[in-house]
């Protein structure tokens, strides 16, 4: 069973501060993905990852970056937190193209919110 | 890129009435559509899929439908019932690398007893 998960659920920072949001999957998938969450807005990618060390943007990338320094941790930055971030943040993993249809597995999703 | 457009935004049904939600999208060489249902405080979990090779496909009381020429897929719940109350999210993968996935809006569906 595939579990991804994210280091908060709640999360209050102040405006300017550096935020540090984190995931982990367990089932060795190549990629990785970084969404937010807007009512009406769907799901929007900010980044995502198909290897260690490798990244790509996604369409929303402004204000924001990633790393990948192993294959099962992909953590969002945000460098200077601004209010219109406030959002709700999911991660997603996935096995490469071939190796799957394209299913991505989610996690529980961490609820942002700056003042 | 691939943009794609999801109505209605909201749905209201009877339990035991059929519910449709339909999508959109731009790129012709999209190649496969999810359907993700979201329950309140929960995460986003596939429910169907399809893929751009197949006309329709069927899962008990949930089936999806794909025309490639209009450029539109559809999700069909017959008999909802109270647990189908949820937001979903159709999403398409566009001709780029990787597994992205480019999603709708979403639709809350709520199904009243």
């Known amino acids: 069973d595939v579990k991804v998960t994210q280091s908060s659920r709640y999360l209050v920072k102040r405006t300017g501060e550096k935020v540090f949001l984190e995931c982990v999957q367990d089932m060795d998938h190549e990629n990785m993905f970084w969404y937010r969450q807007d009512p009406g807005l769907g799901l929007r990618l900010i980044y995502f990852?198909?290897?260690?060390?490798?990244?790509e943007k996604g369409d929303i990338p402004e204000g924001y970056s990633v790393s990948r320094e192993k294959k099962e941790r992909f953590s969002l930055i945000l460098e200077s937190a601004s209010t219109n971030q406030t959002s709700m943040y999911l991660c997603?993993?996935?096995?490469?193209?071939?190796?799957?249809?394209?299913?991505?597995?989610f996690g529980p999703g961490t609820r942002l919110l700056v003042l | 890129g691939e943009n794609v457009e999801q109505h209605p935004s909201t749905l209201s049904v009877q339990e035991g009435d059929s519910a449709v939600i339909k999508c959109t999208y731009s790129?012709?060489?999209?190649?496969?559509f999810p359907w993700y249902k979201q329950e309140l405080g929960k995460r986003p979990q596939l429910i169907i899929d399809i893929r751009s090779n197949v006309g329709e496909k069927k899962d008990q009381r949930i089936a999806v439908t794909l025309n490639k020429t209009a450029k539109h897929f559809s999700l069909h719940i017959t008999e909802t019932q109270p647990e189908d109350s949820a937001v979903y999210f159709c999403?398409?993968?566009?001709?780029?690398?990787?597994?992205?996935?480019?999603f709708g809006g979403g639709t809350r569906l709520m199904v009243k007893p």
């Open positions: 997603a993993s996935s096995l490469a193209v071939g190796r799957s249809p394209g299913t991505q597995y």
């Open positions: 999403a398409a993968r566009g001709h780029n690398a990787g597994n992205m996935l480019t």
């Open positions: 790129d012709s060489a999209s190649n496969y």
């Open positions: 990852s198909y290897d260690v060390k490798m990244k």
